[in-house]
């Protein structure tokens, strides 16, 4: 997984990060939640207490893991927060080229990670390409990139309105969004974008968010792992 820097935040990519802006998350919030049924309230965790969050887990009663919340600021290239957007979990807010100058930062991927795409669409495979093949790849999308923004700052220049200019910027170009989510959402999310079946570039930010839940619900986390990483 990406390496943890100061300030709860995971670098992603060459331009990104996950950072865990706020959180109030822990395991106590499972047990209580759970508890609530029988008019009981824990004021610290035991050993019972974990054998009923892994019960929880196990039989997939799962509303106990939304009494938690996890408030994420990410930075990506488009089409990973397109990806990201579709699964409609949690609440979103994104940087808009409507009202900001985009961002001049683009994703270039890294030689091992330009790939050749075998198969028929839900059964891919990929393999990596030749050196050439890769960084003529990565030129190309240079090149693209600077003639993209060039001309988005011409037309910005002349007048041309933000939220038509930005008509030219291509899908590799970063953005920010606040992604605000329960601990069961997710876990539906990492068990669905951290799977080997997932794109590459998302999976990353898949392990990163992965890394935060491991950290602030240790119990609840392995847990997941041990029913083979399926949300309840």
């Avoid at 207490?49 to 039989?59: P, S, T, W």
């Avoid at 009202?99 to 990670?113: G, I, L, N, Q, S």
């Amino acid at each position: 997984m990406p390496e943890v820097i100061p300030e709860s935040t995971i670098r992603v990519l060459d331009h990104g990060f996950v950072r865990l802006d706020d959180a109030m998350a822990d395991d106590l919030s499972v047990v209580n939640a759970a508890r609530v049924s029988f008019a009981r309230r824990k004021e610290e965790m035991d050993e019972s207490d974990e054998g009923l969050i892994r019960f929880l887990m196990r039989d997939r009663h799962g509303t106990p893991f939304e009494h938690n919340s996890f408030r994420f600021h990410i930075r990506s290239p488009i089409f990973v927060a397109r990806e990201w957007m579709r699964h409609r979990v949690g609440s979103f807010n994104e940087f808009s080229m409507r009202y900001a100058k985009a961002t001049d930062d683009f994703y270039v991927p890294e030689a091992e990670d330009v790939r050749s795409q075998v198969g028929k669409p839900g059964a891919y495979t990929f393999e990596t390409v030749s050196p050439e093949l890769a960084e003529q790849t990565r030129e190309e999308l240079r090149a693209l990139y600077d003639a993209a923004y060039t001309t988005y700052a011409r037309l910005v220049e002349q007048g041309v309105a933000r939220e038509l200019a930005r008509s030219v910027m291509p899908v590799g170009a970063y953005t920010e969004f606040y992604w605000t989510v329960n601990a069961r959402s997710l876990m539906n999310f990492v068990s669905l974008r951290a799977a080997e079946t997932a794109q590459r570039e998302i999976r990353r930010y898949a392990d990163a968010c992965e890394r935060f839940l491991a950290e602030r619900m240790p119990v609840t986390y392995d847990a997941f792992v041990a029913a083979g990483r399926v949300g309840p």
